[in-house]
C-alpha cells in the first residue's frame, strides 16, 4: 500500500484499539512480512493538505453513480458515465479517486444469450429493418428477443419490447420456461397499452416462437408487419 493508505489504517487501528501511534508502528515495523512507516512519515500523511479537496462535488458524483448501479461500476464505466455528463476529466483521476475513496465494481456472471433458433418451424419473414433500429417517432419500429439468466443456480427467461424511438419498455414477461405462453402474454400486455399499431415493424431474430403460427397471426391481425433478422447474423438483431 502507498504511505497515505498505510497512514490511514493507523489512524482506524488507534480509534478502535485506543493504543498510542508509537506502538502500532512500533509492532508494524518489528513485523518483516508488512511494509514500514516511520512516525514523522506518519504526521506527514496524516497532516498534510488533501489535494482532492476541490474534488468534491466530483467525488460526490462518482459516489452516486456506483450506487445508481448497485455498486457494479468499476471505474472505467464510472468514467464513461461521467464523460457522457460533460465532464472534462481525465480516466487516471477517475481511478485514483474511486481508489481513494474504497470504490470497486462487483464482479457478476454475464448473461448469456438464450438462442431459441431450432430450424424453420414457419414463415420466416424478411428482414424489414436492414440495421435501421432508429425511429424518428414511437411505434415505428419494435424489438424483441429472449435473454436467459442464472439466479441462485435456476434458470429465469426475460422477454421485453423495446421501443426503436424511445427506448421504452413496451411490456415485458419473466418466466421459467421460454415457451409460447411467455411471448403471447408479452405480446398481449403490450396491445393492451397500444391498440392502434398499423405501420409498425416488429423485428425479432428467427426463434421458433417467432415463427410459430399464432403469434404471427396476432401481429397479422393488429396491422404489423413483422421482420426477423437473417440467420446467424447477431449484429441484424435490435437487441
Not at 480509534?15 to 508502528?25: D, F, G, P, T
Not at 424511438?165 to 393492451?192: G, W
Amino acid at each position: 500500500p502507498r504511505k497515505e493508505e498505510l497512514a490511514r489504517a493507523i489512524t482506524e487501528l488507534r480509534q478502535e484499539l485506543r493504543l498510542s501511534v508509537k506502538y502500532i508502528i512500533d509492532v508494524i515495523n518489528a513485523n518483516p512480512g508488512l511494509p514500514h512507516i516511520s512516525r514523522s512519515n506518519y504526521y506527514y500523511q496524516t497532516h498534510k493538505p488533501d489535494k482532492d479537496s476541490g474534488n468534491q462535488k466530483l467525488m460526490d458524483r462518482i459516489k452516486e453513480i456506483y450506487h445508481e448501479h448497485s455498486q457494479r461500476y468499476g471505474y472505467q464505466r464510472i468514467y464513461g458515465q461521467l464523460r457522457r455528463e460533460g465532464y472534462e476529466i481525465n480516466h487516471k483521476k477517475v481511478q485514483r479517486l474511486t481508489q481513494k475513496m474504497g470504490l470497486f465494481g462487483i464482479s457478476i456472471r454475464k448473461r448469456r444469450k438464450y438462442s431459441s433458433y431450432y430450424g424453420v418451424q414457419g414463415k420466416i419473414k424478411p428482414d424489414l429493418i436492414k440495421r435501421n433500429f432508429y425511429a424518428i417517432i414511437p411505434n415505428r419500429h419494435w424489438f424483441t428477443d429472449v435473454t436467459e439468466f442464472h439466479l441462485k443456480d435456476q434458470k429465469l427467461y426475460l422477454s421485453p419490447i423495446i421501443d426503436g424511438c424511445t427506448q421504452e419498455i413496451i411490456s415485458y414477461n419473466i418466466s421459467r420456461h421460454p415457451d409460447l405462453k411467455q411471448v403471447m402474454t408479452m405480446l398481449d400486455d403490450a396491445f393492451e397499452k397500444h391498440p392502434a399499431l398499423n405501420g409498425l415493424i416488429f423485428h425479432s431474430d428467427r426463434g421458433w416462437q417467432y415463427q410459430h403460427q399464432a403469434y404471427q397471426a396476432a401481429l397479422a391481425n393488429r396491422g404489423i408487419d413483422q421482420s426477423m433478422s437473417r440467420l446467424g447474423n447477431s449484429l441484424d438483431d435490435g437487441l
